[in-house]
């Protein structure tokens, strides 16, 4: 199921809720109000992220000296 933000028209409180496809949100959880939903930015994945051409994911040039950036061309943990 996916997870989707809602903010509600009455009070203004931020939810974050599982709804199944077409399912609708219960009423807002602290006033009973209409929840109207938002439009997120999706969360990105560690492994998805890109870089600059030429720049490990610490930011440097070169690869660290430490692994495991020093062995099969990886990169240091952010």
């Known amino acids: 199921m996916p997870l989707y ?7 203004g409180e931020r939810q974050e809720i599982l709804l199944s496809r077409g399912e609708q949100p219960a009423p807002c959880q602290t006033c009973g109000g209409e929840l109207k939903r938002t439009l997120d930015t999706p969360a990105s994945y560690r492994g998805l992220r890109t870089r600059p051409p030429g720049k490990t994911c610490c930011g440097r040039d070169e690869r660290c000296d430490t692994p495991p950036c020093d062995s099969d061309g990886g990169c240091c943990p952010s």
């Open 5 to 11: 933000g809602f903010e509600c028209t009455a009070c």
